[in-house]
């Protein structure tokens, strides 16, 4: 009922940029917030950064000051800068959409995930 479609990543070199997005596709009736989390191999998927309706940001400590998540107007989409890039933020990125209802009777708030990007900072 809800997809998720993420563009951008890539190969950077350390200190570079790469702006990530993700736009959310369906019948959304509301959610609670949207964000990017990262999985690097042989380690647990971890919170990047994420941002509630209310505009509300939230980072990992790794990344704040760096990276900065915000909201696309009038599409329910967000879009994370990320500057100053490391070789330790190297991962697969997956966009998350939390407590999302669609139109329609009886519908509950649900999580949904994307298929994820590869971001990889090497020289």
């Known amino acids: 009922q809800v997809q998720l479609v993420e563009s951008g990543g890539g190969l950077v070199q350390p200190g570079g940029s790469l702006s990530l997005f993700c736009e959310a596709h369906?019948?959304?009736?509301?959610?609670?917030?949207m964000g990017w989390h990262r999985q690097a191999p042989g380690k647990q998927r971890e919170l990047v950064a994420r941002?509630?309706?209310?505009?509300?940001?939230e980072y990992a400590d790794s990344v704040k000051d760096r990276f900065t998540i915000s909201k696309v107007n009038r599409k329910n989409a967000v879009n994370l800068q990320m500057n100053g890039l490391k070789p330790e933020d190297t991962a697969v990125y997956f966009c998350?959409?939390?407590?999302?209802?669609?139109?329609?009777?009886?519908?509950?708030?649900?999580?949904?995930w994307g298929q994820g990007t590869q971001v990889t900072v090497s020289s």
């Open positions: 369906g019948s959304i009736h509301s959610f609670s917030a």
């Open positions: 998350k959409i939390e407590g999302a209802t669609v139109f329609g009777p009886r519908s509950s708030p649900t999580d949904y």
């Open positions: 941002i509630t309706g209310g505009g509300i940001e």
